[in-house]
């Protein structure tokens, strides 16, 4: 068994002594979040390169971008569920090793039906990592205090790895071919299971019950229906297809959570949500991830197509963020205790709704040093409330429905990403098509443009050098202005959810207890 004491001792809580090499075994860990956040955000960069190799055609293109994401949101509650069953370490080794497999699978892809495959399949190893790192997490470090420290490293290397992606992706796609952005993969892979199997101890739930397949149906026909039905529903409107697509994925999670409360070892224990504080944090989650997600989004387009910046410098020109956010999810914990986790959580999504509201003064002309400010600061308020509902998640549970409780956190990071690139972007989307036609350009031209800012950069330079000129900067303006619209209605998101996590996180306090060493 994986715990010192038995399940059930009087006072295991307390008496459970500190495990040697887990901080051996946290490095482990990181290298898979590490590994998650920079896949999550080098396939932007390659998409050109990858277009003009496989020629997809345009909703071919959207799935290879969608499809990971569908999966994943699909599966992240049966994973973490599977795990608590199976043995988190056995589902994370396991998983690691098809992540590896499905990026040379994807790397060497040679049609878009192939790189669609490969994709959906990244996806499902990718559902087991981030549940099972958490997890581990919760049954290596018995300390509360170390606990934090522990999450504060491990969501600190998620931001790390959301920053690294672009400046590496663009180094390699300015060296390589497109496909060694999923090559990458494959040495920290080797690293993690070679060293994870020696080190990483195995832990589960010793009374699981059986994995109730019509739940995992259920839980992955709901989320994707919804998740799919919200992006479509942005990028083309209402339409009867989505519509459907939506009320199956609503009336699959009705019946996933009516099912749950009926069976005895459910999927997801539907009483974790009685817990205030994990509700709480869960939502306050969401919304966070609601409200960045179209800031995050569309800023690298801002930094390319409208200050004319390479991927690379565009990347290097996001850290401040990550460094804001490191920093801070190192400290949260310590932060939280002397203070309060609803001070922490909702102050420092405060703090993000108020850097997102400047954001509304963004042109064309914004210096490095206001851009970097704004992202220094976005990253420290969401750094602090990230780590420390992290934290209040893995403390609201038993160490048994770790692996669950994580992947409810994880569904709201996707519901969260979804719904605010849906949302957040129809609000771009409709301000930039409203642009009126240049004098001198053609009708053509112009509506050409007005599908992306990316078509308008196409598009000015099929027309003579002025002409071209004054279409591209009327589509710059009217994309900044809805930039700046979309970031207003952020911050309106991220004032909500502070106020909700001011609310719901009443009381709430981490644990505490005596620091150990081994």
């Known amino acids: ?7 059930g001792t009087a006072g295991a809580s307390t008496t459970e002594q500190p495990r040697p090499g887990r901080w051996l075994a946290l490095a482990v860990l990181v290298l898979a979040v590490l590994l998650i956040g920079v896949d999550a955000t080098v396939l932007g960069l390659a998409t050109p390169f990858l277009s003009e190799d496989l020629r997809p055609s345009g909703t071919q293109l959207l799935w290879i971008g969608d499809v990971y994401s569908f999966v994943i ?15 988190r370490k056995k589902l994370l080794l396991s998983g690691s090793v098809a992540f590896g497999a499905m990026s040379v699978l994807a790397a060497y892809s040679t049609t878009p039906a192939m790189m669609i495959t490969a994709r959906a399949l990244l996806g499902v190893a990718g559902a087991t990592l981030m549940p099972s790192t958490l997890a581990l997490i919760r049954n290596l470090f018995h300390d509360p205090r170390e606990r934090s420290l522990a999450i504060g490293i491990w969501g600190a290397m998620a931001s790390a790895g959301a920053a690294v992606g672009p400046v590496l992706g663009g180094f390699l796609l300015g060296h390589f071919w497109w496909g060694s952005v999923f090559l990458i993969n494959l040495p920290v892979m080797a690293l993690l299971v070679l060293i994870g199997a020696k080190v990483l101890p195995e832990s589960r739930n010793p009374d699981p019950g059986p994995w109730d397949l019509p739940s995992v149906g259920l839980s992955l026909i709901g989320v994707v229906g919804v998740v799919y039905a919200v992006k479509e529903a942005a990028v083309h409107g209402a339409r009867w297809d989505i519509a459907v697509a939506g009320v199956l994925g609503v009336l699959a999670l009705a019946l996933f959570v009516r099912r749950q409360l009926t069976l005895s070892s459910p999927l997801l224990d539907m009483k974790l949500f009685h817990n205030r504080g994990f509700s709480g944090a869960v939502l306050a989650d969401l919304l966070t991830i609601l409200g960045l997600s179209g800031l995050v989004f569309f800023l690298s387009q801002f930094l390319q197509m409208v200050q004319s910046r390479s991927p690379l410098n565009a990347g290097l020109t996001e850290l401040p963020a990550a460094i804001g956010a490191v920093g801070a999810g190192l400290a949260a914990g310590y932060v939280a205790r002397r203070l309060s986790v609803r001070v922490v959580v909702a102050g420092g999504l405060a703090v993000v709704g108020l850097a997102l509201a400047s954001c509304a003064a963004l042109d064309a002309g914004t210096g490095i040093l206001a ?9 420290v308020g969401a750094g602090f409330a990230f780590t420390v509902t992290a934290d209040v998640i893995l403390s609201s549970v038993p160490k048994e429905q770790a692996g669950a409780a994580s992947a409810v956190s994880e569904t709201a990071y996707e519901l969260g990403a979804a719904l605010g690139i849906a949302l957040l972007g129809s609000v771009v989307t409709g301000i930039y098509r409203d642009f009126a036609t240049p004098d001198g350009v053609p009708e053509r031209a112009a509506e050409a443009a007005r599908e992306s800012l990316g ?15 004054r279409l591209l900067r009327a589509a710059q303006d009217s994309f900044v202005g809805g930039l700046e619209t979309a970031a207003v209605a952020g911050a309106a998101v991220l004032l909500a959810a502070a106020g909700a996590a001011w609310f719901l996180l009443r009381g709430q306090k981490l644990e505490d207890g005596p620091a150990r060493h081994p």
């Open 1 to 7: 068994m994986s715990q010192t004491t038995k399940p």
């Open 73 to 87: 949101a699909g599966l992240l509650v049966s994973m973490g569920s599977l795990g608590d069953r199976v043995g």
């Open 371 to 379: 851009l970097g400010t704004i992202l220094f600061v976005v990253g």
């Open 455 to 469: 078509g308008a950069v196409e598009a000015a330079a099929g027309l003579p050098p002025a002409a071209g000129e």
